[in-house]
């Protein structure tokens, strides 16, 4: 099978000499990309339940990739980075992008810490959150990190903490907002530098509005389906700016008060060391309360009860959490979001 794609450093114009020298996921992507189909097979995230297959259209990914490709001015001369799944849109997508610019992709086996053995000078990445965090632990990856031209981040959120963190670098951080069905990011927002900001921003043409549950609706001209309604709860700003506020799904209505627990988690996250995450139980009084689960062994009264002076201090009575539960390992989707389920 013919394909034009350059992987580090060689450029590959048939499909059989490139088998045994990269991962047989990327090969895999390869066929189906250069296939005589419109479509290649992706799967949702499992963020709100189990990934589901679909079907992504060729012209959308090329749409979205030439998007990105132009906002991060990639082009024939740039390395960009796969240390993804090609399994998954955000790997995919990386793939897509170095076949449109003609750049080169240097390729590692997805891991924690991607960085490891690398020895280019990348202009471009995609990692999650986790692996982030992992490559900022070690002064070698870190410097490594470092180096980076430009850098974006999903699959999770970017905790404040680290936000903070990536504050002490020069590479140009981003947040991504998109999903699988969106073919990918459609907004960004800046997370270090001079332009650093809570709001996201679109990308190209598209636009944003509210529905009546306050949820964002996507109006994306560049793909086929355009219009796109989500249960991500917003503040918009305008047509082409939002600030997220948490999942509709998260969303805890306590006395009357509509709690977000993604903000509640965002102010307390100082606090805890340890991963944690606020949902909801039924309350008689209230209709719902929240609670606080911490990955961690159980913590002594002592501790707990210094913990919640701490909370009431820059919480309000309905965000204070009634109970403390604790669980050792926490469920993940495949992105490393955490499943919110108290077992």
């Known amino acids: 099978m013919e394909i034009n794609i350059k992987l580090n450093g060689i450029r590959h114009k048939n499909l059989e000499t490139l088998k045994n020298s990269v991962d047989s996921d990327i090969t895999t992507f390869l066929q189906e990309w250069y296939d005589p189909k419109d479509h290649v097979i992706g799967h949702t995230s499992g963020s709100t339940g189990t990934p589901k297959e679909i079907r992504l259209l060729k012209k959308d990914m090329l749409a979205s990739a030439r998007l990105t490709n132009e906002f991060f001015n990639i082009c024939p001369s740039s390395n960009l980075l796969l240390c993804l799944s090609p399994n998954y849109i955000a790997g995919k997508m990386m793939i897509v992008r170095t076949i449109l610019s003609g750049a080169n992709l240097v390729t590692v086996k997805p ?182 689960v911490i990955e961690s062994a159980s913590w002594s009264a002592t501790e707990c009860q210094k913990l919640l002076r701490q909370l009431r201090s820059c919480l309000s009575p309905y965000e204070i959490p009634k109970d403390i539960y604790f669980q050792e390992h926490f469920s993940e989707t495949y992105s490393g979001k955490i499943v919110r389920k108290i077992k």
């Open 111 to 292: 891991s924690s810490s991607p960085l490891q053995n690398i020895e280019e000078d990348i202009d471009f990445a995609a990692m999650v959150p986790m692996q982030v965090i992992t490559s900022l632990s070690s002064p070698e990856t870190a410097t490594k990190l470092a180096h980076i031209k430009q850098i974006i981040i999903g699959g999770a959120a970017v905790s404040p903490t680290l936000e903070q963190q990536l504050q002490q670098i020069p590479t140009a951080c981003y947040g991504t907002y998109g999903m699988t069905e969106t073919v990918s990011h459609i907004a960004l927002r800046q997370i270090n530098g001079g332009k650093r900001s809570p709001y996201y921003f679109a990308l190209g043409k598209v636009t944003f509005e509210k529905d009546e549950r306050e949820c964002l609706i996507i109006h994306a001209p560049h793909l086929q389906q355009q219009t796109f309604v989500t249960n991500d709860i917003i503040q918009l700003t305008d047509a082409t700016h939002f600030e997220w506020l948490g999942r509709h799904d998260n969303v805890i209505n306590s006395g009357g008060i509509k709690l977000f627990p993604e903000k509640i988690e965002s102010r307390i996250a100082p606090l805890i060391p340890q991963r944690f995450f606020i949902t909801s139980e039924p309350d008689s009084r209230l209709g719902q309360k929240a609670v606080l």
